[in-house]
């Protein structure tokens, strides 16, 4: 499986500094490459075409001009930088279905790719009672830049691919984090839907079957417009979306990835017959 644009990094990192993550560990910018390949990543290009897959967050990679947004590597490497470990998720299932799927390939405080233009945190200042010293006192210009650079890329390359298959559904994956604010989120999936509501009720089924604690427009909703990727893009095309919402503490270790993976391969499969 081949990591994210940053994932590599990451493993090399967590490995070498296992002893220490959970005190003071001794890492600092200079020694965490966190420079993205390409602003998008498609994967299996030529796939077929019952399922397009998306990962809005997928990559905690900072262009090396933004010196990390004056962030410890510590910050990016957890849920405020990106999904943790929705990419892999992603790339199983690309590889199980043969379906491409598209990629961020920077760091959601970079620029949010599932935030509409309009939305006050497409580029935070703050994220979770973290300071981004990169973004504050953001110009209209260097906002600007971001969205020519990072956000258009993106979205024209989910465009152009689901414009390719008018047969497809739109899955976008995403991960959370079991705890925010203290507030502990005790559930492994949420199916998130606005207009597809029988799609996400059959899925969630399929999945609490399988084992897993199932929520649906948790822990964020599709009716409050908080699957704007997906929405936009299933709209757009005529194609029904839907988005899924992971535990990131089932996504820690390659098994657990594995494992959760092939249980909504298996659920997607026995729902949609892909």
């Not at 081949?2 to 001794?26: E, K, M, Q, V």
């Not at 897959?53 to 001009?65: D, K």
């Not at 990419?87 to 405080?109: D, I, K, P, W, Y």
Request: charged fraction near 20%; hydrophobic fraction near 40%.
């Amino acid at each position: 499986m081949r990591g994210g644009a940053c994932s590599n990094s990451l493993r090399s990192i967590s490995s070498s500094n296992r002893a220490t993550r959970n005190g003071s560990p001794n890492l600092n910018s200079s020694a965490f490459d966190v420079r993205p390949r390409e602003p998008v990543t498609v994967l299996n290009a030529a796939g077929g075409g019952a399922l397009v897959l998306t990962c809005e967050h997928a990559s905690c990679a900072v262009p090396a001009e933004y010196n990390n947004l004056g962030l410890h590597v510590d910050s990016l490497m957890e849920h405020i930088g990106w999904d943790v470990g929705a990419q892999e998720v992603t790339e199983a299932l690309a590889a199980h279905f043969n379906a491409t799927a598209v990629c961020s390939g920077v760091s959601r405080l970079v620029i949010d790719c599932n935030r509409d233009l309009p939305d006050h945190d497409l580029i935070v200042a703050t994220s979770h009672g973290v300071s981004i010293p990169g973004n504050a006192l953001l110009s209209v210009e260097e906002r600007a830049r971001r969205i020519r650079d990072f956000y258009d890329p993106y979205h024209a390359s989910v465009d152009a691919i689901v414009a390719q298959r008018p047969e497809a559904m739109l899955l976008s994956v995403h991960s959370f984090t079991p705890v925010l604010n203290g507030r502990e989120r005790p559930f492994d999936v949420g199916v998130l839907f606005d207009d597809y509501a029988d799609e996400a009720r059959a899925l969630g089924a399929v999945l609490a079957e399988a084992g897993l604690r199932v929520r649906f427009n948790e822990p964020y909703s599709g009716l409050d417009g908080l699957i704007f990727s997906a929405r936009k893009h299933g709209m757009r095309h005529g194609v029904r979306y839907l988005e899924l919402e992971l535990n990131n503490s089932r996504l820690r270790e390659r098994s657990q990835i594995a494992m959760v993976a092939g249980t909504v391969a298996r659920a997607w499969s026995q729902c949609f017959g892909v």
